[in-house]
């Protein structure tokens, strides 16, 4: 069996309310589905989201970025996936999300050929069931502790409070009316860079005692001076997102003691192997893992991210999937989830199915140019 075609299909997905975060506010999911057909006609998908201000790609990048690799990888082995990723990288350096994408339905696709679930292409499953963390984002006090009295009655067990959207005081005074609702659950906060270093430190000041556990990305992603400085000023422990695109800044992080722990996302990473790889980097280190989904991706990356979470060594801090938050999802039937957990799946590649329908219904027209 060899990859005959790789197709980029960019999509704008409406999501059931917006998520409000500082620097940006998603109101309609952009991601872009990599459908890779192989010449037995057998067919597996990827996914990833656009993300600007987390990866630099946008979906007209992520779409360009595709079409360039797939010289590289047409008539390959698609089960060869480390001969895929070398092949990639020799080709073009960076573009994670596009090339994201693309490995993650190679996985799918060697799955369905194979008829083993992408767990078991990437290791030994360790666990049947995650705790789901649960984002409550919209940035409006009464409807943020009514989100999250709902949420703790739906079963869920793991939460993560937008904040850096506005003052560090206000901020702070939701997040103690939150954790009184949520009282001896996991509970974190991220600011997605929003605070400077000295918002920061007010910050957690205002909110140690409160019963919040862990606190992400609390300044740019580049101010490691800044992260280290607030984790030495608190004993809520401080994690890293868009500061992890590499092993080499996991490392960096833990010996700056600038993260205790680290938010994990295919789309920086480059693809869901490189994801359970720096999850075992971090349990030698002694770091604590969220796995996550970029707001707004389909069933498809997040069922990606689920065989990530099933099979690494820990992940103390929760899976975030976001496909809940469409309006409409990719495939006929999302990832079930229930009661605040998710249970791993088993079918053959990914195990969700694509419907074609859905994605001609929210495809969007990308205008691409050959990059080289």
């Not at 270093?197 to 140690?208: S, T, W």
């Not at 010996?255 to 295919?266: D, F, I």
Request: aromatic content about 2%; glycine content about 10%.
């Amino acid at each position: 069996m060899n990859i005959k075609s790789i197709e980029p299909i960019a999509v704008s997905l409406p999501m059931l309310k917006p998520v409000i975060m500082a620097g940006e506010e998603v109101r309609r999911a952009d991601n872009v589905l990599v459908r890779i057909e192989a010449d037995t006609g057998l067919v597996g998908w990827g996914e990833a989201a656009s993300a600007p201000v987390m990866t630099g790609e946008t979906l007209e990048s992520i779409v360009s970025a595709v079409h360039y690799l797939e010289p590289a990888l047409r008539g390959r082995d698609p089960a060869d996936i480390a001969g895929a990723l070398a092949a990639m990288d020799g080709r073009m350096y960076g573009n994670h999300g596009a090339k994201a994408g693309i490995e993650i339905a190679l996985h799918d696709l060697s799955g369905r050929a194979t008829a083993t679930p992408v767990h078991a292409l990437l290791g030994a499953k360790r666990r049947s069931q995650v705790a789901l963390l649960a984002v409550i984002g919209g940035g409006d006090f009464d409807g943020d502790l009514r989100d999250a009295e709902k949420k703790k009655a739906a079963g869920f067990t793991a939460f993560k409070i937008k904040v850096g959207i506005d003052t560090p005081e206000s901020d702070a005074a939701r997040t103690r009316a939150i954790c009184k609702i949520l009282n001896g659950l996991l509970i974190s906060a991220d600011a997605n860079q929003g605070f400077s270093p000295a918002q920061a430190l007010d910050y957690v000041r205002a909110v140690e005692g409160s019963g919040l556990d862990f606190f992400e990305q609390p300044v740019e992603a580049c101010d490691l001076a800044g992260m280290a400085a607030v984790a030495a000023a608190t004993k809520i422990l401080i994690g890293a997102d868009e500061g992890i695109h590499s092993l080499d800044d996991i490392a960096r992080h833990h010996e700056r003691k600038a993260a205790r722990g680290v938010s994990l996302k295919a789309i920086k990473l480059g693809g869901i192997r490189a994801l359970v790889e720096a999850a075992k980097l971090c349990e030698r280190l002694g770091m604590s893992v969220n796995i996550s989904c970029k707001t707004g991706e389909s069933s498809v990356a997040c069922a990606a991210a689920l065989h990530a979470a099933s099979v690494i060594p820990n992940i103390a801090w929760g899976l975030t999937l976001t496909h809940s938050a469409l309006g409409e999802d990719v495939t006929a039937q999302p990832v079930p989830t229930a009661n605040g957990h998710v249970d791993s799946l088993n079918r053959p590649g990914l195990g969700v199915e694509v419907d074609e329908d859905r994605v001609r219904r929210h495809r969007v027209p990308i205008a691409t140019r050959n990059v080289a």
